[in-house]
């Protein structure tokens, strides 16, 4: 049973347009949602979190947005760059509970 | 670089051997996590130690795994006759305080190969 979903494997983007990566999740108990950036043979990187008390978070050209209601979560990439192509791993935790990942979106910017 | 570390990268074992995999934590980083990822599918959590001590352990097969984190010396993720499915990705993290809402830092992980 999976808690934390991303439904879409990869997404193409062009450089300099905006990148959209989706996230949806079951649990409605979890209160903080992570993002992490992996490139090949390395391990994550975190990027952007937010707390369910937040609807929005914002850091550079990433941003996090939460609609509760809906248990989704989306990161916005923009501009997005080449160095942006990654997988992009989304992560939710309850309180003190081990953080719980989604199986990834790769993300391509073509330049 | 005082990033976490994780030795070796790759790791080739037989079935029926043991494997070992070492994480040395950030400087200052008093908490491990192991994660696991297998082909195709996102990290799942198996351990959370502190120094000397198990915090949780509800990831970990109950059977032929085992993790420590010494007072001295690096976290080591233990895999007694390992079998074929053992075959993964498996990456330490650290973090400076306990429980997920303190980033955790990732170190490149140990590509274990089950031949």
């Known amino acids: 049973d999976q808690q934390v979903k991303q439904n879409s494997p990869s997404l193409s983007v062009q450089e300099g347009r905006i990148s959209i990566l989706n996230c949806d999740y079951t649990n409605s108990m979890f209160d903080y949602f992570l993002w992490y950036k992996k490139y090949p043979a390395e391990g994550p990187t975190f990027l952007i979190s937010i707390s369910s008390i937040k609807d929005k978070n914002e850091d550079g050209r990433f941003t996090v947005f939460l609609n509760k209601s809906a248990k989704h979560l989306s990161l916005h990439i923009v501009p997005s760059q080449p160095g942006d192509s990654a997988v992009y791993f989304c992560?939710?935790?309850?309180?003190?509970?081990?953080?719980?990942f989604g199986k990834g979106t790769r993300l391509s910017v073509i330049a | 670089n005082a990033g976490v570390m994780q030795n070796p990268r790759h790791l080739v074992r037989r079935r029926g051997q043991e494997a070992r995999l070492r994480c040395s934590p950030m400087k200052g980083h008093s908490h491990v996590y192991w994660y696991r990822q297998l082909p195709e599918e996102g990290l799942k959590f198996m351990v959370y130690?502190?120094?000397?001590?198990?915090?949780?352990e509800s990831g970990m097969p109950k059977e032929r795994f085992s993790a420590e984190f010494p007072k001295e010396g690096p976290s080591i993720l233990r895999i007694q006759q390992v079998v074929r499915g053992d075959s993964a990705a498996y990456f330490c993290a650290s973090s400076r305080s306990g429980g997920t809402n303190y980033e955790q830092y990732f170190g490149p992980g140990t590509r274990l190969t089950v031949t």
């Open positions: 130690l502190q120094k000397e001590n198990i915090i949780d």
């Open positions: 992560a939710a935790s309850e309180g003190n509970t081990p953080l719980v």
